[in-house]
């Protein structure tokens, strides 16, 4: 490894990142209330081998032991997400007051052992009572939205201040609401467009909310990032190129950065004004402290005719015979570089955090050991991209592993492994793989500068 932790500066935020969904399980405990990801992986084969989150990692029972397993890793920062069904049952309305002892608890324990809690507002799990009245397609979701966040940063916001309002806008909109291969499982244009203007709308004014009535927390929110590159140089592939690159990178980011929706290079954007009421422009926009990158990889695009709307198609990792995760997806290092270069490039963004990044691999448990070595290569390879764009002046300030513990990957269940740490979800034991230690050692970095060893 040619870089250590000290080349970041000592302010850079080190930390991982999870979901509730994800880990929590405890689906229907103390009064919560079911969501939409609850109901949806109910559903015959929604969901690879027909798993659920029910139990997950247990981490609603088990989260002192992990928190403790965090500190003995040295993570400082641990970006987590709420429950909204497990504040509010019904979306709106009554608090479930057992489900903000659990998250005062989480935060509690962070803030005792030094570890900074960082909240996501939204990682995916609608309350599904809101869905049956329509979910993100419904307008009045700006009013569900904005009463749960109030909630929470009166609740939380006197000790955590770090928070996302979304997690990743494109990809809940774009596979719960166009592509229905996750919940609610919706489909169809007029859904997708929906959803996306109410998130989009949603993502600004939770920002306001948490700014109205706190002016000592850092907002921010997440969005996901492939760096994309036509199949070859054809017009026809460029186009196709440019079209996908608005409709997965810049849909959710420009809007909010005041600049309004891509619609120059993707005309399918022009039906959302179906959605949009006067004033919406102005709402859409909220001045972030910071933006959360989440990348994994690139996409190759080429032109296919019969594709609808866009008229391109991504050319999946397997097809192209290059080095793929579990998830196929390309390992290609250069493209959080990319990413962090052209965010930098906005006027309007003043901070970025890598809010996720990590990879899949076939773990393998032996004697109680994972050595998961092509996993610590990813983290190295894509943390000196990140580097190297903090060197050329990019304001990235953070760095977060996704994840800290395996988990339920969405529509995959359980079968790829993000974790740092192995889980059996038989018996919810931990392991740390090769890779937690290596991020342990790799962050302890500065800590022994501080403290040497032997004392004078
Ligand atoms: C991101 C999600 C996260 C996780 C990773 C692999 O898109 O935000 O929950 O599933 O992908």
Known sequence: MEFTKEDFGEDFKWGVSTAAYQIEGAHNSHGKGLSIWDVFSQKRRAIANNHNGNTACDFYNRYSEDILLLHKLNIPNYRFSISWSRI?????????SKGVDFYNH????????????????????????????GGWTNREVIHWFSYFVDCCIRQFGDRVKHWMILNEPMVFTGAGYFLGVHAP?????????????????????????IRSVRNDCKIGTTFSYSHIEPKNNTDKNVAAAIKVDALLNRMF??????????????????????FMQPGDEGKLAFDMDFVGLQNYTREIVGY????????AKIIKADKRKVERTLMNWEIYPPSIYHALKRWNEYPGVKEIVVTENGAAFSDELVNENVQDVDRVNFLQDHIEQVLKAKKEGVEVSGYFVWTF????????????????????????????????????????????????????
């Not at 499982?185 to 306001?208: D, I, M, P, V, Y």
């Not at 969405?410 to 889980?423: D, M, Q, T």
Request: aromatic share 10%; net charge negative.
């Open 88 to 96: 509010l049952p019904h979306g709106t309305g009554a608090i479930n």
């Open 106 to 133: 989480v935060i509690d324990l962070c803030l005792e052992l030094n570890i900074e809690p960082w909240i996501t507002l939204y990682h995916w799990d609608l309350p599904h009572e809101l869905e049956q009245k």
């Open 185 to 209: 499982g919706k489909k169809g244009l007029s859904n997708f467009l929906a959803a996306a203007h109410h998130a989009a709308l949603c993502q600004a004014e939770g920002g306001r909310i």
């Open 253 to 274: 980011i420009e809007p909010l950065l005041g600049m309004g929706y891509p619609d120059k290079e993707l005309a399918i954007l022009k039906r959302m004004e179906r």
């Open 304 to 311: 296919a005719p019969f594709m609808p709307f866009v008229k």
């Open 405 to 456: 513990l395996d988990n339920f990957e969405w529509a995959e269940g359980f079968h790829p492994r993000f974790g740092l740490v192995h889980v059996d979800f038989e018996t919810q034991k931990r392991i740390v793989k090769a890779s937690g230690n290596w991020y342990r050692e790799f962050i302890k970095q500065s800590l022994l500068k501080e403290i040497p060893d032997a004392l004078p």
